[in-house]
Structures are given as C-alpha cells and as structure tokens.
C-alpha cells in the first residue's frame, strides 16, 4: 500500500523572501541603534560644553565679587603668538586674590610657543584653564612666570570629552563713583577642540556640508556674564 504525505518543505523562492524580510528587519534595527547613539553622543558633547561653561562663568562671578575693583589694563593680559599681531595662545586674569590662567585650543592643537605652563615636576606641561592662589597678582605683573601646581585648579576637566576656550574677553562696562564698584562684562567661547570640525576662528563648528563637519562631537558655545567687583551680588546673561 502506498502512503502519501503533505507534508513539504519550503521552496527556495519561500526562503530567499524570508531571509530578506530578516535581513531587512536587522538593518532597520542595527540603524536605529546608530541613530540612537549618536543622538546620546551629541547630548553628551553639548552637556559638556554647557556644565563647564556654566561652571566657569559661575566660579568668575563669584570671585570677582569678592573681589576689590581690579585695573584691567594691568589684570588681563593675552599672550600673543610670535610673529603674529593679533593671535593669541592664551591669557591671564588676576582678580586681586585668585588669578586665571589658560590656553587657547587652537594653541594647544598647533603646540604653539608662549603656552602657559606648569612649573617644578610638570615643568613644561601645558595646562587647558586653571584657577591659582595669587594675592599680588604676580601672574600678571610677570607673564613667564609658570604655574605653580601646588596651588592651581583645573577648571576645565577634559574628561571624555577634549574641551578648551577658544576666546576670552573681559571689558569694564561702569564705575560707581559714590561707591567705588565697577561693573565687568566677560565674553569667553568654550567648545570642543578638534581643528578638523572648527572654523577657522574656532568660535563654531563646520556646517553638515562640510566633509570634515562632525556634529555629533562638535559643540560651541558663548558665555556671557556680568560680575560687580566688591560686591556680593552678580548678574548673568547667557
């Protein structure tokens, strides 16, 4: 007697649309997953810049009201590049108690000459943004004077990502002569550090157009503060 089945297997046709359904359904998901990271990634880089920035724009605020008025003819200097009249590798900021002390990024990406250096062990070490003990402002009075680590805070923490100021400006905008306080406007630019996703001022990122653009880790930003030297109040813009 002979038996017959129904039972078949699947036709090769069957097989190829099926694999190509999954094949499909995986690269749906695997660019889902991309797009979710890079999303993450670039919340990351913007956080960054912002938590820094804000940090910094709050710790001037603060010192420089506790501070006595300050000239800033002789309080701010910017160390200017050999050679070339209006570039700068970095600068300093003496307040009166604390000075700042930093270096450009552009600078420290070309590894330009005139860096604002750590002294003693870390002879020669570049530092990004540091905060110092200097009573008598001698940073200022003394601009090849190195830094002393010992008594120096990074206030720019590089972390994951390579952050650095890209500008700093710092203008006296009033004096209240019954009272003797001055009014400080600072302007500073903060941002990621690859030369390759900057434009040539380093004050923005490249446009997506670009083919060196790379938006998911490059983030500029501009602060803007207003601080009352000698007084315990300060006002903020952003």
């Keep these: 007697m002979n038996q017959s089945s129904n039972n078949r297997g699947f036709t090769l046709i069957e097989l190829m649309l099926a694999m190509g359904f999954v094949s499909a359904l995986l690269l749906a998901i695997a660019m889902t997953v ?32 506790q501070s006595s008025p300050f ?17 700068y590798t970095g600068g300093r ?13 552009k600078a420290l990406i070309n590894n330009a000459t005139s860096l604002n250096t750590y002294s ?28 002393n680590h010992a008594n120096a805070v990074e206030l720019l923490n590089i972390g994951q990502v390579n952050l650095a100021i890209h500008n700093f400006l710092i203008t006296q905008t ?24 900057l434009n040539a001022s380093s004050t923005g990122c490249l446009t997506p157009d670009n083919p060196t653009s790379n938006p998911i880790y490059c983030a500029v930003n501009q602060f803007d503060i207003v601080a009352r030297a000698g007084s315990n109040s300060s006002s903020t813009s952003n």
């Design 174 to 197: 009033s004096h209240d002569s019954a009272t003797g306080q001055y009014l400080y406007a600072i302007s500073f630019v903060i941002g990621t550090n690859d030369k390759n996703t």
């Design 34 to 65: 991309i797009q979710i990271s890079n999303i993450y990634n670039t919340g990351l880089t913007y956080k960054s810049v912002n938590q820094f920035g804000g940090s910094l724009a709050n710790e001037l605020q603060r010192d420089i009201s």
């Design 93 to 105: 900021l003496c307040t009166g108690q604390y000075s700042y002390i930093w270096n450009y990024g």
């Design 71 to 87: 000239n800033i003819a002789t309080n701010f200097v910017q160390l200017p590049v050999t050679g070339t009249p209006g570039n």
């Design 120 to 147: 003693g062990s870390d002879s020669g070490t570049p530092i990004s943004f540091v905060k110092v003990a200097d009573s008598g402002g001698g940073y200022c009075a003394n601009t090849a004077l190195k830094i």
